[in-house]
């Protein structure tokens, strides 16, 4: 199970530029679907699965501060965590019940700042059924279900520089059967990411997750007798490197987004400001000249897609730093385009905001880092 840590912190809109709607008087709102879950005619021992989708279907940020079962006995929640949404956003997590042979019942809670609709409850239940054993035929063996078994190694990494690889080559038939087939996805990353499972057969190496946060890979195998594995789960977590990253994405295809960070009493496409055009082989010197801890490099510049885009400083200098977002006019979305930046100092999540980016050639103030002595605190713009 995923621990419900809550690092997001609210925060206040930024100016209003002409022709923007106020958004004065605009909520959260909640949508889950489905609104009840049942497995039936299980067999005895499988194991089944659901998608939950939770919808920001309101005019502001809605967050989900908590999801969990009722009891919990045989059903199992996979991702689940504090999530923000944005207005018209989608987050998934998973249902899990190991049938036993008796039927089950539970249900999900799902708590958040939605005022008319605090606490949403999704009923779930499961009905058995006898396991029936089919021969073959030929030699009396019975044929039962190949097992898939999947893992992640390492299990965590940093986001953009590690890699990992999932594994599955140690699935098997206990009918004595070979593995034919073996069917990787990723069910679940973190809002944002545009990763996918690197192409392979049993083992899919070299994945490089590009957004913090965890990555859930899903193994299912196919074995010579045709039948198919219950579904087998990994977890890798994709960490934040140095003391200060930030990460930035948006919502549609075809609007350039740009990522810069000033330094202290740096000034916009300056040496002062790290962004596509001087900091992407990090050669800024910022700081103390010479020592490459205290400077900045962008990791990521994307063009056509969503981001991600990410700066990251391993030990900045003391001072007052200043997140912009560049809408660059070299390309053209006609629409709103709402743009997340993730602010991480140590390690954790101290800062994030979702905020509607729609005039091309402006420069958005999102918020502002005061570095103190090997930490920062950060203020909304």
């Known amino acids: 199970m995923i621990n419900l840590l809550y690092f997001i912190l609210a925060c206040s809109d930024y100016e209003l530029k002409p022709n923007e709607p106020d958004p004065i008087g605009e909520t959260p709102a909640i949508e889950v679907t489905p609104d009840s879950i049942l497995f039936s005619e299980i067999p005895n021992g499988s194991t089944v699965t659901e998608n939950v989708t939770i919808k920001s279907v309101g005019g502001t940020t809605l967050n989900v501060v908590s999801i969990e079962l009722d009891s919990g006995f045989n059903f199992e929640l996979i991702n689940v965590g504090p999530v923000s949404l944005a207005p018209a956003e989608e987050s998934n997590f998973i249902v899990k019940w190991i049938s036993e042979g008796v039927e089950d019942s539970d249900s999900i809670i799902i708590t958040s700042n939605d005022p008319a609709n605090s606490r949403v409850v999704v009923p779930i239940n499961g009905t058995p059924e006898e396991e029936e054993i089919t021969d073959t035929g030929d030699s009396g063996t019975p044929i039962s279900q190949p097992v898939a078994v999947c893992s992640v190694d390492p299990a965590e990494v940093e986001a953009?520089?590690?890699?990992?690889?999932?594994?599955?080559?140690?699935?098997y038939d206990p009918s004595?059967?070979?593995?034919?087939?073996?069917?990787?996805?990723?069910?679940?990353?973190?809002?944002g990411s545009p990763d996918s499972m690197p192409s392979g057969g049993a083992n899919r190496r070299n994945f490089s997750p590009t957004i913090v946060g965890e990555y859930i890979g899903q193994l299912i195998v196919t074995s010579s007798t045709g039948l198919s594995s219950e579904p087998c789960y990994a977890t890798l977590s994709a960490i934040p490197g140095g003391n200060l990253w930030i990460e930035m994405f948006w919502q549609h295809s075809g609007d350039d987004m740009d990522l810069h960070l000033v330094k202290p009493s740096g000034s916009l496409t300056s040496s002062g400001d790290c962004y596509y055009?001087?900091?992407?082989?990090?050669?800024?010197?910022?700081?103390?000249?010479?020592?490459?801890r205290d400077n900045p490099i962008l990791d990521l510049d994307d063009i056509p897609g969503t981001g991600p885009e990410n700066i990251n400083i391993d030990a900045p200098m003391n001072g007052l730093y200043t997140v912009y977002v560049h809408d660059y006019p070299g390309s053209v979305y006609s629409g709103r385009?709402?743009?997340t930046v993730n602010i991480y100092i140590g390690g954790l999540l101290e800062w994030t905001d979702t905020r509607n980016v729609d005039s091309e050639g402006y420069y958005s103030p999102f918020c502002e880092i005061d570095w103190i002595s090997g930490s920062g605190s950060v203020i909304s713009l």
Do not use: K, Q
């Open 160 to 171: 953009i520089h590690g890699t990992a690889d999932w594994i599955g080559s140690s699935s």
């Open 176 to 191: 004595g059967g070979t593995i034919t087939n073996y069917d990787w996805s990723l069910i679940s990353v973190p809002s």
């Open 277 to 292: 055009a001087n900091c992407t082989s990090g050669t800024l010197d910022w700081g103390i000249a010479g020592d490459r």
């Open 337 to 339: 385009n709402d743009v």
